[in-house]
């Protein structure tokens, strides 16, 4: 079983940054891959950025040039920095991991950018 825990949301303003972080139950390197969606509320769930587990990262062009990923495998946490942050940005940011085929998701963690 996986278990994903997000943090780190909350208010910030526009042009500010944030930090997202998730705790996982199993080592990160174990994931054939991790990656970051966000939703608004009557959208569908989108892709942010995803990390595999030889390393490799990609950006969606929503925030690419603003956003990284990375992740500490001796914690086995799982990040995600966007800088410049825009009113664009306001979301339910969802952690999500790829294990043995199944797609595991965290509980989420909420972003409003707002002055």
């Known amino acids: 079983q996986v278990q994903l825990v997000e943090s780190g949301g909350g208010l910030v303003q526009p042009g500010g940054s944030l930090r997202l972080s998730c705790s996982t139950s199993r080592r990160i390197l174990s994931f054939n891959r991790m990656n970051w969606f966000r939703q608004v509320p009557g959208n569908e769930r989108e892709l942010v950025a995803g990390?595999?587990?030889?390393?490799?990262?990609k950006y969606e062009p929503p925030v690419k040039g603003r956003a990284a990923i990375t992740r500490d495998t001796d914690e086995n946490v799982l990040y995600l920095a966007i800088n410049n942050v825009m009113t664009e940005d306001t979301a339910i940011y969802y952690c999500?991991?790829?294990?043995?085929?199944?797609?595991?998701w965290g509980q989420g963690t909420q972003v409003t950018v707002s002055s």
């Open positions: 999500n991991a790829l294990w043995e085929d199944v797609d595991y």
């Open positions: 990390i595999s587990a030889s390393g490799y990262t």
